[in-house]
């Protein structure tokens, strides 16, 4: 079946440095990911949707200019954390769908962000 | 944004025992789908269920959906140990973005 990998498992960094988690298609083209953080005991929250080789398109509250998303290829989202704070240290998980929006969703296995 | 309410927020229940869970949404939707999160992991899809159909069948589950309460029942039989959990709804409409329900916790003692 579809895999989706993704990279680090987890993370601890300093408050004020950048975090960058990669998203990879292993054996489809994920024409769309989606990027969830999670907060413990909660639920997924979306907070952007992306697109190869265009913007990402971000929910209401989320802040582009701190969680950057890149999609430069079929197989490859980036979401980099910048200039981390302790209240980002969340559970963070993508997902990617090939083809069309009918084809299914595959999740990647999260990234435990903790920003000390 | 979250549009899914799920109920009960915690489910305690004895090996063998039956779970069922509950999910209401508030907009018209393509598809229903229930996931399995594991403390700490990621997300294994379970079941889908079109907004045409009304029960789907997938080995101990079983779905519902009812499109003009907007809910969405999820049927755990003779559940396991293994199945404890957390579960979630998860409903996609336009745009093909999937929102997801705040979940349910069950605890399946042995």
């Known amino acids: 079946g579809a895999v989706v990998s993704q990279h680090p498992s987890w993370v601890i960094c300093k408050s004020g440095t950048s975090v960058k988690i990669e998203c990879r298609s292993l054996?489809?083209?994920?024409?769309?990911m989606f990027w969830y953080r999670q907060f413990p005991k909660q639920s997924l929250m979306l907070m952007a949707t992306?697109?190869?080789?265009?913007?990402?398109?971000?929910e209401q509250g989320v802040e582009k200019d701190k969680f950057l998303i890149n999609h430069a290829s079929l197989t490859l989202s980036t979401l980099t954390v910048t200039s981390a704070h302790p209240e980002d240290s969340s559970f963070y998980i993508c997902?990617?769908?090939?083809?069309?929006?009918?084809?299914?969703?595959?999740f990647g296995n999260g990234t435990r962000l903790t920003v000390t | 944004s979250q549009q899914g309410e799920e109920d009960p927020q915690a489910l305690s229940i004895q090996e063998g025992e039956n779970a069922t869970m509950n999910c209401s949404y508030k907009?018209?939707?393509?598809?229903l789908q229930w996931y399995r999160q594991n403390s700490g992991r990621g997300l294994v899809h379970l079941i889908l269920?079109?907004?045409?159909?009304r029960e789907k069948h997938s080995g101990r589950l079983r779905v519902t959906l009812d499109t003009s309460k907007k809910s969405s029942s999820l049927l755990i039989t003779a559940s396991r140990a293994a199945d404890t959990a957390s579960y979630f709804c998860?409903?996609?409409?336009?745009?093909?973005?999937?929102?997801f329900g705040q979940g349910t916790e069950l605890s399946v003692k042995p």
């Open positions: 269920i079109r907004s045409n159909e």
């Open positions: 997902s990617a769908r090939g083809g069309t929006y009918n084809s299914p969703l595959h």
């Open positions: 992306s697109n190869e080789g265009s913007k990402a398109t971000y």
């Open positions: 054996d489809f083209q994920a024409t769309t």
């Open positions: 998860a409903t996609e409409g336009g745009g093909g973005k999937l929102i």
């Open positions: 907009t018209s939707i393509n598809n």
